[in-house]
Every structure is written in structure tokens, then in C-alpha cells.
């Protein structure tokens, strides 16, 4: 399949899903690493695949409104054990950015936008240290770029 944005989509998938697109863009130059995934034997949706694409051409604003719902996360979070102190705790070189939820998710880095071609489902996977922590908070939309949640991941 042919998509105005995506280009070719290869549907030669091996794996219950697979990536059937991948590119990498720079956002605040930093890399961001962007995959769309479909399953086997699946017809694509044009309109979810003109949605994502919409998003991906707005991503500077997305990425706005991503950040604030990380705000949002990190300041309901514990203060003991939550993203942050952990952070803190485990990479002292952060101090700097002190704990301020609001310059904490400014400093964070978006590192990988996966969207469900199955499910619409959108996932933007930020960190504050890519090379020295595993641990993601990972904000959810929908293909319309509606917020769902934000999760600590690893």
C-alpha cells in the first residue's frame, strides 16, 4: 500500500505485529525514533494512517501538549518514590534541574513515537537521561491526538 505521507508500507509482516514503517525525525534536536506497527494480515485504516501523519506533521505542538499532561503525572506523583526522586537518587548529575515537575518534564527528551495501525493508539515515550536510565514515561493518545494516560515504564 501506497500512503501520501508514509510512502510504500511494507506488509510483509513476519511476527504477529511488526513495523511496517520507521523513520527518524529531529524534534529540539534531538533524534526521535518514529514506527508505525500493523499485524499480520491486517487492512490498513487510510483515515488512522492521515491521522498519525497529521500528528507526526504537528509534532512540535503534540509534544506541547504531551509535556504538560508529564507536568500533570510528576506532580501527582510520590515525592518519595515517584519518577523523580528516583531519578534524583540514581543520577546525582541531575540535581541541577532540581525537583521542580514543570522544568523536569521541559528537560525531558522524546525518544520514541510508536502508533498502532491496529489500534490507533499513539505512544510517546519520554526520559530524562536516555544514555543512563531505561525508565520511560510513556504518554498515550489516540490517533486524534486525545490524551489517555501517562505510564512509568522501563
Known amino acids: 500500500m501506497k500512503h501520501t ?3 510504500e ?3 510483509d509482516i513476519n511476527y504477529s505485529d511488526d513495523v511496517i514503517w520507521n ?3 529531529y524534534l529540539n534536536g534531538w533524534k526521535v525514533e518514529i514506527h508505525v506497527w500493523a499485524e499480520q494480515r491486517q ?3 487510510v483515515a488512522r494512517l492521515d491521522a498519525f501523519a497529521l500528528l507526526l506533521q504537528n509534532l512540535t505542538d503534540v509534544d506541547v501538549r504531551a509535556r504538560m499532561h508529564l ?3 510528576l506532580k501527582a506523583d510520590d515525592k ?3 519518577y523523580i526522586a528516583y531519578h534524583m537518587e540514581n543520577l546525582p548529575d541531575l540535581a541541577p534541574l532540581g525537583i521542580s515537575p514543570d522544568a523536569f518534564a521541559q528537560a525531558m527528551q522524546l525518544t520514541h513515537i510508536d502508533l498502532s495501525a ?3 493508539e499513539v505512544m510517546l515515550d519520554y526520559k530524562i537521561a536516555p544514555g543512563h536510565s531505561g525508565q520511560i514515561l510513556c504518554v498515550h493518545l489516540d490517533a486524534q491526538g486525545d490524551f489517555g494516560e501517562v505510564n512509568w515504564e522501563s
Open 5 to 7: 505521507y508514509f510512502g
Open 9 to 11: 508500507l511494507s506488509m
Open 23 to 25: 523513520k527518524e525525525l
Open 43 to 45: 487492512t490498513l485504516d
Open 71 to 73: 507536568v500533570d503525572f
Open 80 to 82: 518519595e518514590t515517584g
Open 118 to 120: 491496529n489500534t490507533g
